[in-house]
C-alpha cells in the first residue's frame, strides 16, 4: 500500500482505512454492535463459560475480540486476547506457560518459570488458575482466544500427542468442567464439519455462538464514509453503490477498496477532499486485487479442491451480480472437462454457502464478495483449477506423486507401475493417464502410449490434445517408414486435428509420392483434407492448386478425344482461374472449346428441324455453322448434304463445282441461294422434279463467303474472298454493283430492315 500520511500545507492527511490488522479501538471499527453487548452480559451469569465467534477467514473475528478486550467492563472482567496460532507444534506446557506469563503481566502477579508448567495441564489448572482467581477477586477472567480451531486435533495427526494441536483441545474440555470461575471466548474460522469430532464435542459449552461476517449495510455505509467524516474525501451516491457491489459489505473487501481509492485520489491532486465518482471505483479494481492478493489467496487456501472447482466456474459465468442456476454452472465445467461433473463437485455449492463464499437466492448463486469472482477469475481460471479434482482421492495422488518423480528422473517402467496403481484407485485422474501415456511414448511403445492418451482425451480433451497429437504424430511417422501409405496419412489428419504446429515436411513428402505417380485424383483428396485441418498454409495450397492442374489438363485431352466439348468447355474456364500464369493460352482453348460446342449444337439443331421440315430454321442453322467453321472440309461436306436434301438433290455434283460457304432464304420462302466458291446458285423450293434445276447460277471470280437478299426480294448481296461487295438482281442474276476498298475478305453482309 502507498505511504498513508499526506502533506497539504501544514495539515497532514491520514488514510483512515486499516488493511490487513485488527481495526479495534479505531473509527474503522464499525458494527458489531450486538455481540460486543451481548457478550459482557452473556458472561456476568457465571454459569455460561464459553462463547463462540465463528466467521470465514478476513471477516473482522480478531477485530472483535480486540475490541471486546476493549470494551468489556474492568470492575467485573479482566479479559486476555491471546492468538493461539504461533503455538501448534509447542509442547502444551509451553503453550500454557506463555498464556499464563500473560495473565501474569495483566494482573500483577509473579511470572512463573517455564519447567513448572507440565505437558498434563495439571500445574496451570490446579496451582496457576486458583491463583489468579485470589488474584481477581471478584472480577472474572476471560480468555479471549483467537484462531482456536488450528489447535483441532484433527489437523495434524503425524505431530506427538503432547504438542499444543494434539492435546489442547481435550485440556479445555477438562478445564471448563472443573473451573467454572473463568470464562472463554473462541474465535474459530472452520464450520462444524470441518471440525473433529472432539472439537464439536468442546462447543457443546458454549452459551451462544455469533457470527461474523459482512456488514450490514448502514455499517458498510459508515465504514465507506470514514474519510468523509475524516474531511479527506467525498464521495458520490454512484460511488458508494458501486464499492458496497465490490464488497458485499465485507469489512476487509471494503477497506481494502477505499484504502486503495484514498492513495489514489491523493496522489493525482492536491485537494484536500478529492471527490470519488463510480469511474473511480471502477478504475481501482485492479489494483484491490493486487494489494488484496495475499488475503485472497488465504481465503481460496481454505476451500477444499470440489469448492474451487465450483467457484472456478461460477466465477467465469457470471456478471452484474446476478444469481446464476446451478445447470449453467456444470454446463461450463463440462465445456472444460467432463471429468469435473461428480458428486463432490455438484455438491460444492452447498458448502460454499455454509462457508459464506457464496449467496444463494431460489435457484441460483453469487458470490458474496465481487472483488473475490474477481480475484478468482484473474488468478484461478477453471483451465487451471480444474486439476484440484485429482486431490479428491489422496490414495490415488499420492501414487500419482510418487510416478511422476519415477519419470521426471527417466525411471519410465517403474513410473507406469505407479500410474497404473494410481489410475486402479481413482480411474479418472487425469495427471496418472497422461504422464503414463507419456512414459510410453518415451518407451517407443505408440499403441500403448496412444490407448492411455485417448482415455486421458476421453478425461480432458484439452489439456490431452498436446501429447495425444504427438502420438498420433510418432504413429504416422512409424507407418510412413513402412511404407503404410494410407494408415500413416490417417495418424497425420488425427495429429492435426489436435494440435497444427507440427513440421508438415514428413506429410508433404508423402503427398508429393502421390503426385509423382500422376494419382492427381487421391492426391488431391488428400490435400483438400490437409487444406480443411490446417487452413492456407502456402506449401499445401500450392500443391492443391498444382494437382488441381495438372488432373484437369489430363481430363481435357480425354475430352478432346472424345469430343466431349462441354466439359472440355467446363475445364478450360477452371483451368483459366486456376493457372495464373497461362491465362491467355487457356482463354484461347477456351473459345477453341466454345466454337465446337456451339458446332455441335448447330449440326444437332440442323438434324432435328431437318426431321421436322423446318427448312428456313435449317438454313439460317447452317449459316451460323458456316461462319463458325468457314474452313473445315468436315463442315463444309455436312452444309452441302444438308442443302442438297432441302433441294431434294441427292448428288451435291448438281449443285455444280466448289464449297458452300452460306445459304440463305430469299424472304417470301420461295427460293434458296446458295454462296459457293465458283459463285451463287439460286434454286426454286416448290418444284416436282426429282431434281430440281437451278433457277439460276451467278458465276463470279472470287470464292464467295456471304450472302443477303434484300427485304424485297428483289436484289441479293455477296461478300467475296477478294474484299468486294457485289449486288446482284435476282432476276437476271446482272450485276448492279461493286463495293471495293476491303482490306480482306468478306465474311459477313447484312442489310439494314428498311432496305436503304
Given at each position: 500500500?502507498?505511504?498513508?500520511?499526506?502533506?497539504?500545507?501544514?495539515?497532514?492527511?491520514?488514510?483512515?482505512?486499516?488493511?490487513?490488522?485488527?481495526?479495534?479501538?479505531?473509527?474503522?471499527?464499525?458494527?458489531?454492535?450486538?455481540?460486543?453487548?451481548?457478550?459482557?452480559?452473556?458472561?456476568?451469569?457465571?454459569?455460561?463459560?464459553?462463547?463462540?465467534?465463528?466467521?470465514?477467514?478476513?471477516?473482522?473475528?480478531?477485530?472483535?475480540?480486540?475490541?471486546?478486550?476493549?470494551?468489556?467492563?474492568?470492575?467485573?472482567?479482566?479479559?486476555?486476547?491471546?492468538?493461539?496460532?504461533?503455538?501448534?507444534?509447542?509442547?502444551?506446557?509451553?503453550?500454557?506457560?506463555?498464556?499464563?506469563?500473560?495473565?501474569?503481566?495483566?494482573?500483577?502477579?509473579?511470572?512463573?518459570?517455564?519447567?513448572?508448567?507440565?505437558?498434563?495441564?495439571?500445574?496451570?489448572?490446579?496451582?496457576?488458575?486458583?491463583?489468579?482467581?485470589?488474584?481477581?477477586?471478584?472480577?472474572?477472567?476471560?480468555?479471549?482466544?483467537?484462531?482456536?480451531?488450528?489447535?483441532?486435533?484433527?489437523?495434524?495427526?503425524?505431530?506427538?500427542?503432547?504438542?499444543?494441536v494434539r492435546s489442547f483441545v481435550p485440556f479445555m474440555d477438562r478445564f471448563i468442567q472443573r473451573n467454572?470461575?473463568?470464562?472463554?471466548?473462541?474465535?474459530?474460522?472452520?464450520?462444524?464439519?470441518?471440525?473433529?469430532?472432539?472439537?464439536?464435542?468442546?462447543?457443546?459449552?458454549?452459551?451462544?455462538?455469533?457470527?461474523?461476517?459482512?456488514?450490514?449495510?448502514?455499517?458498510?455505509?459508515?465504514?465507506?464514509?470514514?474519510?468523509?467524516?475524516?474531511?479527506?474525501?467525498?464521495?458520490?451516491?454512484?460511488?458508494?453503490?458501486?464499492?458496497?457491489?465490490?464488497?458485499?459489505?465485507?469489512?476487509?473487501?471494503?477497506?481494502?477498496?477505499?484504502?486503495?481509492?484514498?492513495?489514489?485520489?491523493?496522489?493525482?491532486?492536491?485537494?484536500?477532499?478529492?471527490?470519488?465518482?463510480?469511474?473511480?471505483?471502477?478504475?481501482?479494481?485492479?489494483?484491490?486485487?493486487?494489494?488484496?492478493?495475499?488475503?485472497?489467496?488465504?481465503?481460496?487456501?481454505?476451500?477444499?479442491?470440489?469448492?474451487?472447482?465450483?467457484?472456478?466456474?461460477?466465477?467465469?459465468?457470471?456478471?452484474?451480480?446476478?444469481?446464476?442456476?446451478?445447470?449453467?454452472?456444470?454446463?461450463?465445467?463440462?465445456?472444460?472437462?467432463?471429468?469435473?461433473?461428480?458428486?463432490?463437485?455438484?455438491?460444492?455449492?452447498?458448502?460454499?454457502?455454509?462457508?459464506?463464499?457464496?449467496?444463494?437466492?431460489?435457484?441460483?448463486?453469487?458470490?458474496?464478495?465481487?472483488?473475490?469472482?474477481?480475484?478468482?477469475?484473474?488468478?484461478?481460471?477453471?483451465?487451471?483449477?480444474?486439476?484440484?479434482?485429482?486431490?479428491?482421492?489422496?490414495?490415488?495422488?499420492?501414487?500419482?506423486?510418487?510416478?511422476?518423480?519415477?519419470?521426471?528422473?527417466?525411471?519410465?517402467?517403474?513410473?507406469?507401475?505407479?500410474?497404473?496403481?494410481?489410475?486402479?484407485?481413482?480411474?479418472?485422474?487425469?495427471?496418472?493417464?497422461?504422464?503414463?501415456?507419456?512414459?510410453?511414448?518415451?518407451?517407443?511403445?505408440?499403441?500403448?502410449?496412444?490407448?492411455?492418451?485417448?482415455?486421458?482425451?476421453?478425461?480432458?480433451?484439452?489439456?490431452?490434445?498436446?501429447?495425444?497429437?504427438?502420438?498420433?504424430?510418432?504413429?504416422?511417422?512409424?507407418?510412413?517408414?513402412?511404407?503404410?501409405?494410407?494408415?500413416?496419412?490417417?495418424?497425420?489428419?488425427?495429429?492435426?486435428?489436435?494440435?497444427?504446429?507440427?513440421?508438415?515436411?514428413?506429410?508433404?513428402?508423402?503427398?508429393?509420392?502421390?503426385?509423382?505417380?500422376?494419382?492427381?485424383?487421391?492426391?488431391?483428396?488428400?490435400?483438400?483434407?490437409?487444406?480443411?485441418?490446417?487452413?492456407?498454409?502456402?506449401?499445401?495450397?500450392?500443391?492443391?492448386?498444382?494437382?488441381?492442374?495438372?488432373?484437369?489438363?489430363?481430363?481435357?485431352?480425354?475430352?478432346?478425344?472424345?469430343?466431349?466439348?462441354?466439359?472440355?468447355?467446363?475445364?478450360?474456364?477452371?483451368?483459366?482461374?486456376?493457372?495464373?500464369?497461362?491465362?491467355?493460352?487457356?482463354?484461347?482453348?477456351?473459345?477453341?472449346?466454345?466454337?465446337?460446342?456451339?458446332?455441335?449444337?448447330?449440326?444437332?439443331?440442323?438434324?432435328f428441324l431437318l426431321s421436322k421440315d423446318r427448312d428456313r430454321e435449317v438454313v439460317e442453322r447452317i449459316?451460323?455453322?458456316?461462319?463458325?467453321?468457314?474452313?473445315?472440309?468436315?463442315?463444309?461436306?455436312?452444309?452441302?448434304?444438308?442443302?442438297?436434301?432441302?433441294?431434294?438433290?441427292?448428288?451435291?455434283?448438281?449443285?455444280?463445282?466448289?464449297?458452300?460457304?452460306?445459304?440463305?432464304?430469299?424472304?417470301?420462302?420461295?427460293?434458296?441461294?446458295?454462296?459457293?466458291?465458283?459463285?451463287?446458285?439460286?434454286?426454286?423450293?416448290?418444284?416436282?422434279?426429282?431434281?430440281?434445276?437451278?433457277?439460276?447460277?451467278?458465276?463470279?471470280?472470287?470464292?464467295?463467303?456471304?450472302?443477303?437478299?434484300?427485304?424485297?426480294?428483289?436484289?441479293?448481296?455477296?461478300?467475296?474472298?477478294?474484299?468486294?461487295?457485289?449486288?446482284?438482281?435476282?432476276?437476271?442474276?446482272?450485276?448492279?454493283?461493286?463495293?471495293?476498298?476491303?482490306?480482306?475478305?468478306?465474311?459477313?453482309?447484312?442489310?439494314?430492315?428498311?432496305?436503304?
Amino acid at each position: 500500500m502507498s505511504e498513508a500520511k499526506k502533506s497539504r500545507g501544514k495539515i497532514r492527511l491520514v488514510n483512515p482505512y486499516i488493511v490487513g490488522r485488527p481495526v479495534d479501538g479505531t473509527e474503522a471499527f464499525v458494527g458489531r454492535r450486538d455481540i460486543i453487548k451481548s457478550v459482557p452480559e452473556l458472561l456476568a451469569n457465571p454459569q455460561n463459560t464459553l462463547v463462540i465467534i465463528q466467521g470465514p477467514r478476513r471477516s473482522g473475528k480478531t477485530s472483535t475480540l480486540r475490541q471486546l478486550e476493549r470494551t468489556m467492563p474492568r470492575e467485573r472482567f479482566e479479559p486476555l486476547f491471546f492468538d493461539l496460532q504461533p503455538y501448534t507444534e509447542v509442547p502444551l506446557g509451553e503453550l500454557l506457560w506463555s498464556i499464563a506469563k500473560s495473565v501474569a503481566r495483566r494482573i500483577g502477579i509473579e511470572v512463573l518459570k517455564r519447567d513448572e508448567f507440565d505437558n498434563d495441564g495439571r500445574y496451570f489448572e490446579e496451582e496457576f488458575i486458583p491463583k489468579v482467581n485470589e488474584a481477581l477477586g471478584d472480577r472474572r477472567l476471560v480468555f479471549l482466544f483467537d484462531e482456536f480451531d488450528v489447535l483441532d486435533p484433527g489437523t495434524e495427526q503425524k505431530l506427538s500427542k503432547r504438542t499444543a494441536v494434539r492435546s489442547f483441545v481435550p485440556f479445555m474440555d477438562r478445564f471448563i468442567q472443573r473451573n467454572p470461575g473463568p470464562a472463554l471466548i473462541f474465535a474459530i474460522g472452520r464450520f462444524p464439519e470441518d471440525l473433529s469430532v472432539r472439537f464439536i464435542r468442546l462447543l457443546r459449552y458454549a452459551a451462544r455462538s455469533f457470527d461474523v461476517w459482512v456488514l450490514p449495510r448502514e455499517d458498510a455505509v459508515q465504514l465507506i464514509k470514514l474519510a468523509e467524516k475524516k474531511g479527506t474525501l467525498k464521495f458520490e451516491d454512484g460511488a458508494v453503490e458501486r464499492i458496497l457491489f465490490l464488497s458485499g459489505g465485507h469489512p476487509y473487501a471494503t477497506q481494502l477498496i477505499c484504502s486503495v481509492i484514498w492513495d489514489a485520489k491523493h496522489q493525482e491532486t492536491d485537494d484536500v477532499a478529492p471527490t470519488v465518482s463510480a469511474e473511480d471505483v471502477d478504475n481501482s479494481i485492479e489494483r484491490s486485487l493486487e494489494a488484496g492478493n495475499q488475503a485472497f489467496a488465504w481465503m481460496w487456501d481454505g476451500l477444499s479442491p470440489a469448492e474451487k472447482i465450483f467457484a472456478s466456474a461460477l466465477a467465469e459465468v457470471s456478471s452484474g451480480g446476478a444469481f446464476i442456476p446451478k445447470e449453467k454452472v456444470v454446463e461450463r465445467m463440462t465445456q472444460v472437462s467432463s471429468r469435473l461433473r461428480i458428486r463432490q463437485v455438484e455438491w460444492a455449492p452447498r458448502d460454499l454457502v455454509k462457508r459464506k463464499i457464496l449467496v444463494k437466492y431460489e435457484h441460483g448463486y453469487r458470490f458474496a464478495i465481487e472483488l473475490f469472482r474477481l480475484w478468482i477469475l484473474k488468478h484461478h481460471p477453471l483451465e487451471r483449477t480444474k486439476f484440484e479434482i485429482e486431490q479428491l482421492n489422496p490414495a490415488a495422488h499420492r501414487l500419482f506423486l510418487a510416478g511422476e518423480a519415477m519419470f521426471n528422473t527417466g525411471q519410465y517402467e517403474d513410473a507406469i507401475d505407479l500410474f497404473e496403481r494410481a489410475i486402479k484407485q481413482n480411474p479418472r485422474h487425469f495427471s496418472a493417464h497422461l504422464y503414463m501415456g507419456e512414459a510410453y511414448l518415451e518407451l517407443g511403445k505408440l499403441d500403448e502410449a496412444i490407448e492411455i492418451l485417448e482415455k486421458a482425451y476421453e478425461i480432458d480433451s484439452v489439456a490431452a490434445a498436446s501429447s495425444l497429437s504427438r502420438a498420433y504424430w510418432a504413429k504416422a511417422s512409424d507407418l510412413s517408414e513402412k511404407k503404410e501409405e494410407d494408415d500413416a496419412l490417417e495418424f497425420y489428419k488425427k495429429a492435426l486435428k489436435l494440435q497444427r504446429g507440427h513440421d508438415l515436411t514428413p506429410v508433404l513428402n508423402l503427398i508429393d509420392e502421390i503426385i509423382y505417380r500422376r494419382d492427381f485424383e487421391k492426391a488431391e483428396f488428400v490435400l483438400s483434407e490437409f487444406q480443411q485441418i490446417v487452413g492456407e498454409l502456402p506449401e499445401i495450397t500450392n500443391r492443391f492448386k498444382s494437382v488441381q492442374i495438372e488432373r484437369l489438363k489430363t481430363e481435357l485431352e480425354k475430352a478432346e478425344i472424345e469430343k466431349d466439348w462441354d466439359r472440355a468447355v467446363e475445364i478450360s474456364k477452371e483451368l483459366m482461374r486456376l493457372d495464373e500464369n497461362r491465362v491467355s493460352h487457356w482463354k484461347e482453348k477456351l473459345r477453341h472449346y466454345e466454337i465446337e460446342l456451339e458446332a455441335k449444337n448447330l449440326r444437332e439443331e440442323v438434324e432435328f428441324l431437318l426431321s421436322k421440315d423446318r427448312d428456313r430454321e435449317v438454313v439460317e442453322r447452317i449459316a451460323k455453322l458456316l461462319k463458325l467453321k468457314k474452313d473445315e472440309t468436315e463442315t463444309l461436306k455436312f452444309s452441302a448434304g444438308v442443302i442438297s436434301s432441302i433441294v431434294n438433290i441427292r448428288s451435291p455434283k448438281v449443285l455444280g463445282r466448289g464449297w458452300i460457304t452460306d445459304v440463305k432464304f430469299s424472304p417470301d420462302g420461295r427460293f434458296i441461294a446458295v454462296a459457293t466458291s465458283i459463285g451463287i446458285w439460286i434454286y426454286p423450293l416448290e418444284t416436282q422434279d426429282e431434281v430440281p434445276t437451278p433457277f439460276k447460277f451467278i458465276p463470279t471470280d472470287s470464292v464467295v463467303r456471304s450472302i443477303a437478299f434484300t427485304s424485297d426480294g428483289q436484289f441479293i448481296v455477296s461478300g467475296s474472298s477478294d474484299g468486294t461487295i457485289k449486288v446482284w438482281r435476282m432476276r437476271d442474276g446482272s450485276l448492279i454493283r461493286t463495293l471495293k476498298g476491303h482490306s480482306g475478305s468478306v465474311y459477313s453482309v447484312a442489310i439494314s430492315p428498311d432496305g436503304e
